[in-house]
């Protein structure tokens, strides 16, 4: 049993892909630290699952991520995995966004990364052991037209956790690393993703976005047991849904081999405001 008696902190831990993630760790006998800005939540379900503990945390705050790797070692004397996992999306033309939902964007889907691997990759170094999975998205590998910030975020945490992976690797560290790309998986993630005005392209563009959750996402659940069978497996890239992420890459690296500009095709029609 490759994860029993081990000890993981999730952030973003209290719906969708964290829930999943602990939902299904707690079932592999992993001992559990819920890390949410969402306390209630994130209290709510570390009752339902024995042994785990809720730590309110705010990704975007430097201090709460040290906090949080206070209370793990605290709690368990030490932490196997950390899940940077929390994320927002923000939809709109790029230049309609409200800044604060760009700074917020960046706080929690880049440097709350940032903070994670501040505040744990030392401790893992000093214990000698541990594996870091930074989430990103199918989305990290190819540029969407209306989530900007999604897009440009995404794309910095491919690099920031291929960079981390590569220090480790040139020090020799003991501690793995592993980036998350999932494709739709049926979350809340779009319940509130407007960073702008909301204009007819932006509303059918997250209409769509849905639809595509609903007719063909993955449940968290079984999307959380095939990370969990990509971490037993050693995998560094993560892809659950190889299906979502492999055409738009080949088409996206042939594109740039052959210094084409790139082509916007809108799903089944022109945008309406368009
Ligand atoms: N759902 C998808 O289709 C999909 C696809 C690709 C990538 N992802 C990524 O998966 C991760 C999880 O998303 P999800 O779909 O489960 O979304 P979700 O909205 O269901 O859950 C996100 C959780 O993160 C928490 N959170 C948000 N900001 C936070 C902060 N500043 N500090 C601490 N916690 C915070 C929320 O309270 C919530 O519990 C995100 O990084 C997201 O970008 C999701």
């Known amino acids: 049993m490759a994860f029993e008696g081990k000890v993981a902190v999730i952030t ?21 630290v819920l890390a949410d800005r969402d306390a209630a939540a994130a209290e ?15 990704v975007a705050d430097p201090a709460a991520l040290a906090a949080l790797a206070d209370a793990a070692w605290a709690a368990f004397g030490g932490v196997d995995y950390l899940f940077n996992n929390a994320g927002i999306m923000a939809t709109g033309y790029s230049w309609e966004i409200d800044p604060a939902r760009w700074d917020a964007s960046i706080d929690v889907n880049l440097k709350g990364i940032l903070h994670g691997i501040r505040a744990f990759v030392p401790r893992m170094i000093d214990q000698g052991r541990g ?11 190819g540029a969407s037209p209306l989530m900007a910030p999604y897009s440009v975020t995404k794309f910095a945490a ?15 560290a003991p501690v793995r690393v592993s980036l998350l ?8 993630i779009f319940e509130n993703p407007f960073g702008g005005a909301v204009n007819p392209a932006t ?13 063909y996402g993955l449940e968290p659940g079984p999307f959380a047991d095939k990370v969990y069978e990509a971490i037993a497996a050693g995998e560094f890239w993560i892809v659950p849904q190889p299906e979502a992420l492999d055409p738009m890459l080949k088409a996206r690296t042939e594109t740039i081999l052959a210094r084409r500009t790139p082509e916007f095709s809108w799903n089944g029609g022109e945008p309406a405001d368009a």
């Open 44 to 58: 709510a379900l570390a009752a339902s699952l024995e042994g785990a503990i809720a730590v309110p945390t705010d």
């Open 158 to 172: 491919v690099a920031l956790t291929e960079s981390l992976h590569a220090e480790l690797a040139m020090l020799g």
């Open 12 to 32: 973003g831990a209290a719906s969708g892909i964290g829930r999943g993630l602990a939902e299904r760790g707690h079932a592999l006998g992993l001992k559990l």
């Open 203 to 215: 509303q059918r563009f997250v209409d769509e976005l849905r639809h595509m959750l609903d007719s």
């Open 131 to 141: 594996h870091i999975v930074n989430t990103a998205s199918v989305g990290g590998f």
């Open 181 to 188: 790309a999932p494709g739709p998986v049926k979350t809340a």
